[in-house]
């Protein structure tokens, strides 16, 4: 099956009734995210090196684990519905191991998976209760650098990065999340510009 019969972008808005719940955490934890090709890795390779805790991204890690069993990059995006619910369980997984109270950036939070389930056309309101568990102490979205896929974690292609940029800030923003755009800076300026604003 090709793989551009999965991009099918649902758009409906997140169900109001959900999301009217209640934070039942409240954290200390700050997501880096993005569309595909904004420097996310990078700045999270740079906040480790200056001593700040990370975490990684599930879903580069579930590909690495995927492949390592046999399976190919194309055969794991296949399976649509399944690689993302099994992408939601891990980053749920790794959010309910971390201190909630210590600083920590994330490689994409929990919330990404309802923008990336919208990506092949799945509703993203069946993962939404389980995106109301913590609540972040902030969320910073890398604006976007020039378009160059990734093999490994596609399927993105230019239209679907300009559309996981876009349903990226409007999902966390009907959490209630106040998003912080980070410019196209030098790698070194974004990472001041993010901890200026964690200390403010």
Not at 21 to 45: D, N
Not at 69 to 92: C, L, N, P, V
Not at 136 to 152: G, M, N, Q, T
Request: proline share 5%; aromatic share 10%.
């Amino acid at each position: 099956m090709a793989e551009k019969s999965h991009l099918q972008y649902y758009t409906q808005d997140l169900d109001q009734e959900i999301l009217s719940a209640s934070y039942k955490v409240h954290t200390s934890w700050h997501v880096i995210t993005g569309a595909p090709c904004s420097g996310k890795t990078t700045l999270i390779e740079l906040l480790s090196q200056a001593g700040y805790q990370t975490a990684h991204e599930t879903a580069r890690e579930y590909f690495k684990v995927e492949m390592a069993k046999g399976r190919t990059s194309q055969e794991i995006r296949d399976s649509g519905h399944s690689t993302q619910i099994a992408i939601f369980q891990m980053q749920r997984d790794l959010e309910n191991e971390l201190p909630h109270r210590e600083d920590i950036f994330l490689d994409r939070g929990l919330p990404d998976t309802l923008t990336f389930h919208r990506l092949f056309g799945l509703n993203p309101d069946e993962l939404l209760p389980a995106c109301l568990e913590h609540q972040y102490a902030s969320v910073f979205i890398l604006d976007r650098l020039p378009f160059e896929r990734e093999a490994k974690l596609g399927p993105e292609d230019e239209k679907s990065a300009r559309f996981i940029d876009k349903w990226l800030e409007r999902d966390y923003t009907s959490l209630r999340y106040q998003i912080v755009r980070v410019p196209v800076y030098p790698p070194k300026e974004r990472l001041t510009f993010v901890l200026d604003r964690i200390s403010g």
